[in-house]
């Protein structure tokens, strides 16, 4: 089992930033690549961003490419989520997750795919005004 608590969403004005936290405990973080996603009121949970295991790969929704940047740190059992220029829409509950999988090279890989995600944190609200 992983357990994640998310941390440092907010209410900001446009053109804002935020650093979100993602703080992992239980089984070897490094052990998973992670992912951040976003659910907004009356929509689906969308993918914002993953990074692999050790951190050499990442992906991002063309929504936040160029304002976001997922990063980690292994030793701190942390991911972070630095947002940059927000816009209101993206407010959102921000999730962190950790990669499912039978096997290790699976759960090193970051995906796009929530359903590849076996472990969520509670959310953080993320409020962006006008």
């Known amino acids: 089992q992983v357990q994640l608590v998310e941390s440092g969403g907010g209410l900001v004005q446009a053109g804002g930033s935020l650093r979100l936290s993602c703080a992992a405990s239980?089984?070897?973080?490094?052990?998973?690549?992670m992912g951040w996603f976003r659910q907004a009121p009356g929509k689906e949970r969308e993918f914002v961003a993953a990074?692999?295991?050790?951190?050499?790969?990442?992906y991002e929704a063309d929504s936040v490419k160029g304002r976001f940047t997922i990063s980690r740190d292994n030793a701190k059992n942390t991911v972070y989520l630095q947002m940059n220029s927000l816009k209101p829409e993206d407010t959102a509950v921000y999730y962190c997750?950790?990669?499912?999988?039978?096997?290790?090279?699976?759960?090193?890989?970051?995906?796009?795919?929530?359903?590849?995600?076996?472990?969520w944190g509670q959310g953080t609200q993320v409020t962006v005004s006008s």
């Open positions: 997750a950790a990669r499912g999988g039978s096997d290790t090279y699976t759960r090193w890989a970051p995906s796009r795919d929530l359903n590849e995600y076996a472990y």
């Open positions: 239980g089984r070897t973080f490094s052990s998973y690549a």
């Open positions: 990074i692999s295991w050790a951190g050499g790969t990442t």
